[in-house]
């Protein structure tokens, strides 16, 4: 399970335990949502940086995806968690 699916299983079995307990395989289902907020990720990421142009200087341009990556994690965690956890459960920092 990648990192995005430990952070949304910890979301949920905290906002949603009950739901979590009657789950037949948790592992399964946190891996498959951490693999698919991965891949919007890394395409927001590209989205994001294709608006602008390229720097020629590799460290700026190291640093110009990573900031877009950042961002785009930013946006889609935000998104999934709306989506799949009601709004009378979320609280910030999630």
Sequence with gaps: MNVYGERIRAA???LKPDEVAEML?????FRAKGEQVEEEIVNRAQELADREPQEPDYLRE???LQTWRTEAESIVMRERLDEWLPP???QPGL
């Design 88 to 90: 009378e459960l979320e």
């Design 62 to 64: 190291v640093k110009r």
């Design 25 to 29: 395989d948790p592992e399964e289902f």
């Design 12 to 14: 949920w079995t905290r």
